[in-house]
Nanobody, 120 residues
Framework: QVQLVESGGGLVQAGGSLRLACAAS????????MGWYRQALGKQRELVAT???????NYVNSVKGRFAISRDNAKNTVYLQMNSLKPEDTAVYYC??????????????WGQGTQVTVSS
């Protein structure tokens, strides 16, 4: 059974930093795309950042210049370095992995989520 496991969440003061990690287990393949999403209380889930196996990266505008996504393809692990954290970054952060199954087909896998809380 394929599983994504997040770690690194916690409580931090505004201006501080956290580093999230997500490791894939139970698979014999590498995800074509890995990324991070977040969901704050009372709000919809939103994309934070994605990275392809070739290193193409996308960020939501609100985290540009503060967050950095990276991945270790050999370990099937994706990271999110979060600097200059703000209270509005408070949310549950979810790891996502995408497998390409063929033309017009894809499969998504999700982690259980890790809480990030930024106090003012």
């Amino acid at each position: 059974q394929v599983q994504l496991v997040e770690s690194g969440g916690g409580l931090v003061q505004a201006g501080g930093s956290l580093r999230l990690a997500c490791a894939a287990s139970g698979s014999i393949f590498r995800f074509a795309i890995m990324g991070w999403y977040r969901q704050a209380l009372g709000k919809q889930r939103e994309l934070v950042a994605t990275i392809t196996g070739g290193g193409t990266i996308n960020y939501v505008n609100s985290v540009k210049g503060r967050f950095a996504i990276s991945r270790d393809n050999a370990k099937n692990t994706v990271y999110l370095q979060m600097n200059s954290l703000k209270p509005e970054d408070t949310a549950v952060y979810y790891c996502n992995g995408v497998v390409n199954l063929g033309v017009g087909r894809r499969d998504d896998y999700w982690g259980q989520g890790t809480q990030v809380t930024v106090s003012s």
